[in-house]
């Protein structure tokens, strides 16, 4: 499919006009001329006029308050987050601590267990003691009872 002659001439014809345009020598504009964007400035007030922004409608009230909804899920989702990470590290070093006591317990406990085990040598020891004793005693006193009359007649 060849392009029409019309088409060529359609084409050659915005060419020529692109190429004009681009090799004219933009216009020195006069210094007491006012800015153009102030009439783009006036068109946009008097178009505010025209067209006065609509009052805040149900409907966008109703997106606001999910969009506010949306954001406080996510805020609290982000704070529970941030909670059930405080408890884990609270939870593991409530737990490293209940190793660490149940260690200084377990020494403790074996280091009673010694102390209790030393203490009932010693009352054996003591019990033992207290029997020989007990038995020097009663030797004396039955060695005085047998010799009492003797002993007496030899001291004088």
Known sequence: MSPTESEVVHDKTFLEEMHKDSTEEPEHKDSTEEPEHKEDAEVSGEAAIANPPKPYSLSDFRKTLQIQEENLKVALEA?????????????????????????ELDKLTAEFDR??????????????????????????????LLLGPRLSNTTK
């Open 79 to 103: 704070e529970n987050l941030r909670r059930a990470r405080q408890f884990a590290i609270t939870d593991a070093n409530l737990e490293k601590l209940e190793r660490k006591n149940k260690r």
């Open 115 to 144: 102390a209790a085990a030393r203490l009932e040598r010693l009352q054996r020891q003591v019990n033992t003691a207290a029997a020989e004793l007990k038995s020097i005693q009663d030797l004396r006193r039955d060695t005085r």
